[in-house]
């Protein structure tokens, strides 16, 4: 898939007329008139940091010169996530644009805000029995057909069971990764031989996780590893390379995290998920700046809804791409989410197999 290609698997990107001073440093700027806050969730996983909470900044001050951004990162922790949410409220947020700790939890948030009079869209994850304004996120039941059907692909005829990693019980995407992976496992009717909901996305505890499924399963009996993201597959793969398992089973992933992508290249993974984040960012932010101006989000959206328990929510839902050694190239290096510099430094060996070369974009 070429960059044509994969822009193409990615809807349209609004035109807004919201104007175009550029302003500010990375977590200010503008006049302070308008000011939005984006609550982030953690920072174990490397994409909010790195990728979301620049992507979204810029853009605001890119679009809106009286705007100020207020950004906080939860670290996992709901009460902590909470109490950052008053804060930018006590200190005139308009717009919040929430990404959970805890998808149902966070419904006291949204409520909170709300009752002041204040918009909240919720980005990647969804706020679960409240009542949200907006939702930008991807297909995630997606994601979890596509991790299981590139592993079925890889297991093939291989004899033995799968070990599930989900991610945490705390989070709604979790459980529509788990449904999309599980529509395709269980249609294919493979054997399972452990699954487990890991606490907060962690990769520790996947990896204690991984350790207690070789003990129960026998290190010669797991055929593959669905991992739903790449932290978690960071920590199935220590656990395997330390029982002495090699060749490693398929493992999948997803985040695209620079990282995995150079385990995909040694071997160590055998795919992971690219979510364009920074398109969802910035596309969150356009409905931010909105919402704050008029109070309503741009039009001309190609909108999906989804049921929070609460109602119909409009939807931004983008689609997610499948990534592997033949494609890395293709996608991530193409979209510029990571240049052949960054994947390749040590690793040009496999680099070079894999069509890779440094000084790419």
């Not at 175009?20 to 806050?37: F, H, P, T, V, W």
């Not at 909901?197 to 399963?217: G, H, I, K, N, Y």
């Not at 983008?318 to 052949?340: C, H, K, N, Q």
Request: negative net charge; contains cysteine; hydrophobic residues 45%.
């Amino acid at each position: 898939m070429g960059r044509r290609l994969l822009a193409a698997a990615l809807p349209t990107v609004f035109a807004l007329a919201l104007g175009a001073s550029a302003c500010g440093s990375a977590d200010a700027g503008g006049s302070g008139e308008l000011q939005i806050a984006l609550l982030l969730p953690e920072n174990k996983t490397a994409r909010y940091e790195s990728h979301d909470r620049p992507a979204f900044v810029d853009r605001v001050h890119e679009v809106c010169s009286e705007c100020e951004t207020l950004v906080s990162n939860a670290d996992q922790d709901a009460a902590h996530q909470q109490a950052q949410a008053e804060a930018a409220l006590t200190n005139g947020a308009d717009v919040l644009v929430l990404d959970p700790v805890d998808s149902r939890s966070a419904s006291v948030i949204v409520r909170q805000a709300h009752a002041a009079g204040v918009p909240v869209v919720s980005y990647d994850r969804l706020v679960l029995d409240a009542p949200v304004d907006f939702h930008v996120t991807f297909d995630n039941e997606q994601v979890g057909q596509l991790q299981a059907e590139v592993l079925l692909a890889a297991v093939g005829d291989t004899a033995g069971e799968l070990v599930v990693l989900n991610g945490s019980p705390t989070d709604d995407n979790s459980a529509l990764f788990r449904r999309g992976a599980h529509s395709i496992l269980d249609a294919a009717g493979v054997a399972v031989g452990a699954e487990v909901d890991v606490p907060d996305w962690s990769p520790d505890q996947a990896q204690e996780a991984m350790e207690r499924a070789l003990t129960t399963l026998g290190r010669d009996r797991v055929a593959g590893v669905y991992a739903a993201n790449d932290g978690m597959a960071g920590g199935a793969i220590a656990a395997m390379k330390a029982a002495g398992l090699d060749p490693l089973p398929p493992v999948t992933g997803q985040d695209a995290e620079l990282a995995a992508v150079r385990r995909i290249l040694t071997g160590e993974q055998y795919m992971t998920v690219y979510k364009a984040v920074r398109t969802q960012a910035r596309m969150a932010a356009d409905i931010a700046v909105s919402l704050a101006r008029t109070g309503e989000p741009p039009g001309g959206l190609r909108t999906s809804w989804v049921d929070n328990g609460h109602g119909r929510i409009p939807a931004l839902m983008l689609e997610p791409v499948a990534v592997t050694r033949d494609t890395i190239a293709a996608t991530v290096v193409a979209d510029g989410f990571w240049s052949a510099d960054e994947i390749c430094e040590g690793l040009e060996q496999q680099c070079a197999a894999a069509g890779l070369s440094e000084g790419a974009p």
